[in-house]
């Protein structure tokens, strides 16, 4: 049994990952910003018997994240599992060249610099052998780029497995593993009614990686499948 945290979890991709998770019997951290729809999340997954601890966590507020991993080293004191799935796509991004700065920005708050801030405030409880999943897009590809859709979003993806590359070099001196995946078009509130995948077959990816018996570090998956960068 693991103790596993999932970042921005209380809806989507990250709460269908919570949920195959706790009911395969680990120990698993619902992360959420808002502390009301996190109860609400952890509430509906009770109705089906499914205990998880809840844990307010902004990846984009310093402080939050670093009352975050206090809170789970007191109540966990390790952690096993950090995946770090919160991201945001915002309506305004339309374009890379005359959009504002502030899309920009925000943008890149929660898509790169969160994940990488929650990895840094939660190395010190992860034992050999933990791990760190990314959750990325194949927006973010530099071999397939997607051109013309959400511009920054797909920066800050690329920006995010360049990180994940980097982490996985720096951190594999401490056997901890990072790797990041591409959970595809999945229907959500972010991917649109669209869209041709479910929850269940976006998360499917997140919670192999987490458990798997070996994944080794520093790739990029799909499906199960390793993908070019």
């Keep these: 049994m693991k103790t596993i945290l999932v970042t921005g979890s209380n809806k989507g991709i990250g709460f269908e990952v919570v949920r195959q998770l706790a009911r395969a019997g680990h120990r698993v951290i619902l992360a959420a910003r808002d502390a009301q729809k996190g109860e609400a999340a952890a509430a509906l997954l009770?109705?089906?018997?499914?205990?998880v601890t809840l844990v307010v966590l902004d990846v984009a507020d310093p402080v939050s994240i670093e009352q975050a991993a206090q809170r789970v080293k007191a109540e966990f004191g390790t952690l096993d599992v950090l995946i770090n799935n919160a991201a945001v796509l915002l309506k305004e991004d339309q374009s890379l060249a005359t959009g504002t700065a502030e899309v920009f920005h925000k943008t890149m708050r929660t898509n790169v610099?969160?994940?990488v801030a929650v990895t840094r405030a939660f190395l010190p409880l992860m034992p050999a052998g933990a791990r760190v999943i990314m959750t990325s897009s194949g927006g973010g590809s530099m071999t397939d780029p997607v051109g013309g859709w959400s511009p920054v979003y797909c920066?800050?993806?690329?920006?995010l497995n360049a990180s994940t590359r980097h982490l996985a070099f720096e951190l594999s001196s401490r056997n901890v593993s990072v790797n990041a995946y591409c959970p595809g078009w999945v229907k959500t509130d972010m991917g649109g009614k669209s869209a041709p995948r479910n929850v269940e077959q976006g998360a499917d990816t997140a919670v192999w990686l987490a458990t798997a018996d070996k994944t080794g570090t520093g790739k990029f998956y799909r499906d199960r499948q390793e993908i070019p960068w």
């Design 46 to 51: 009770a109705k089906d018997q499914i205990a």
């Design 113 to 115: 610099f969160g994940p």
């Design 155 to 159: 920066v800050s993806k690329s920006s």
